[in-house]
């Protein structure tokens, strides 16, 4: 499973650490994603990472701002968020890729429930 | 970036009814096409990967088609859990995008 913390209310221009704790499969063997979701409507890809840290990427809205990481040896994913903007309020999702890279990917196939950031 | 846009956005059906979902990707994304269906409150979960293989546990009234830059999600005689909302997206290239969604609701 995935549990996700670290969520809340924060204000504009000011930073969130989102955390993910992975457990029930081997995390060093698959690339990590963060995707989010204002309330009510889609589903937007904010970044991913390889299974061994050696690529990540980001969607336009969120590069140079976010960063992710991941600690293998802590089964822990992470999403440091600066700069907030009021337009980054969302549920953040950890999801756990089917495959250890990115690009020409399959599928997702373990979310987490989900945390809601707010920034007001 | 590959742009990905579904129609319908909203759907109103009856239990028994078959529906079928468009999904037109920006640009030949091959079959690296993902169908997923969200109920309230939940995380997403995966239906259809690789355009038309059906994920294990789920039930084969769900079919995936297409290739290249046109997809579909055909649902055969609609359940009461069928009731939701579905997604597709591409995992050809990054960034990762997904369709704006399709909203599907008992008529």
């Known amino acids: 499973q995935l549990v996700e913390s670290g969520g809340g209310l924060t204000q504009p221009g000011r930073s969130l650490r989102l955390s993910c704790a992975a457990s029930?499969?081997?995390?060093?063997?698959?690339?990590m994603h963060w995707v989010r979701q204002v309330p009510g409507q889609g589903l937007e890809w904010v970044t991913g990472?390889?299974?061994?840290?050696?690529?990540?990427d980001y969607a336009a809205s969120v590069k140079g701002r976010f960063t992710i990481a991941r600690d293998n040896a802590q089964n822990s994913l992470y999403l440091q968020m600066n700069s907030l903007r009021s337009e980054d309020t969302a549920v953040y999702f950890c999801?756990?890729?089917?495959?250890?890279?990115?690009?020409?990917?399959?599928?997702?196939?373990?979310w987490g429930r989900g945390i809601l950031v707010t920034v007001s | 970036d590959i742009q990905l846009t579904q129609s319908p956005s909203f759907l109103s059906a009856s239990v028994g009814d078959r529906v079928t979902i468009t999904c037109r990707a920006s640009?030949?994304?091959?079959?690296?096409l993902a169908w997923y269906q969200q109920r309230p409150g939940k995380a997403p979960e995966v239906l259809i990967y690789?355009?038309?293989t059906l994920q294990s546990g789920v039930p084969s009234r769900f079919r995936g088609s297409g290739a290249a830059t046109e997809f579909t999600l055909t649902i055969s005689g609609l359940q009461p859990e069928d009731f939701a909302t579905y997604f597709c997206?591409?995992?050809?290239?990054?960034?990762?995008?997904f369709g704006q969604g399709t909203r599907l609701e008992m008529k």
């Open positions: 999801v756990k890729d089917i495959f250890p890279t990115l690009g020409q990917g399959w599928y997702f196939d373990l």
């Open positions: 029930g499969f081997k995390f060093d063997n698959y690339a």
């Open positions: 990472i390889t299974w061994n840290s050696g690529l990540t």
């Open positions: 640009q030949d994304i091959n079959n690296y």
């Open positions: 690789v355009a038309s």
């Open positions: 997206q591409q995992l050809k290239s990054l960034p990762i995008t």
